[in-house]
């Protein structure tokens, strides 16, 4: 059974991302320790909230290392979620400028509305079309509707990072990719059976 590290920095509704892990076949492990990553199969980075208090709090915790170590030195599975995968980036703008975990080449910055219909915050249901394959949105079919909550998005600077995007205000990333490091804009925790299977779906690298 996969061992799953929530990290939990404050930032976040953590008992509905553990049920929706338990339920999809995961051993879920809430915890604010980073030493406890050393110890999971898989790591999760959920989040609700502004991208320098997100940042702040990582930093405070002494989660930045241990994330580099784990993720990026041993290629453990990373699922960044909604504020989680923003904080993938290199640098976000909400609020003045501050820099992110490096691991995703671009930056965040607020969704522009395009037409009367691109309410800001966006939160509703949306449709979600994967840029290229990937075992993340297996048995997931193209256009599938997920549920987002933000006014924020990363743009990429490099389109090979591109997983997904969601053809609203404009059309915006909503997925990353990059090894072994994937994160989503909306939440898979919310989605239904989507969602369920794309937490599966990760479960299984």
């Given at each position: 059974m996969s061992e799953v590290l929530i990290v939990d920095y404050g930032m976040c509704n953590l008992d509905s991302i553990g049920r929706a892990v338990e339920e999809c076949g995961g051993r879920p492990i809430i915890s604010d320790n980073p030493k406890d990553l050393t110890s999971?199969?898989?790591?999760?980075?959920?989040?609700?909230?502004?991208?320098?208090?997100?940042m702040k709090n990582i930093n405070e915790l002494g989660f930045k290392k241990a994330l580099d170590?784990?993720?990026?030195?041993?290629?453990i599975p990373f699922l960044g979620i909604c504020l989680g995968m923003q904080l993938m980036a290199r640098k976000g703008h909400e609020g003045g400028e501050m820099d992110g975990l490096g691991w995703i080449d671009g930056e965040v910055r607020r969704l522009q509305p395009k037409g009367e219909d691109?309410?800001?915050?966006h939160i509703?249901?949306?449709e979600v079309y994967p840029q290229q394959e990937s075992p993340l949105f297996e048995q997931i079919e193209p256009g599938k509707d997920f549920y987002?909550?933000?006014?924020?998005?990363i743009e990429c600077d490099d389109e090979s990072q591109v997983l997904a995007t969601t053809p609203y205000a404009g059309g915006f990333t909503s997925a990353v990719c990059k090894g072994n490091i994937f994160g989503v804009q909306?939440?898979?925790?919310?989605?239904?059976?989507a969602g369920f299977q794309l937490i599966r779906n990760f479960l299984s690298l």
């Open positions: 999971a199969t898989h790591i999760i980075l959920p989040g609700v909230g502004a991208f320098p208090d997100g170590q784990q993720v990026l030195n041993r290629g691109s309410r800001i915050p509703a249901w949306n987002f909550v933000h006014s924020y998005v909306f939440h898979p925790e919310k989605s239904q059976k």
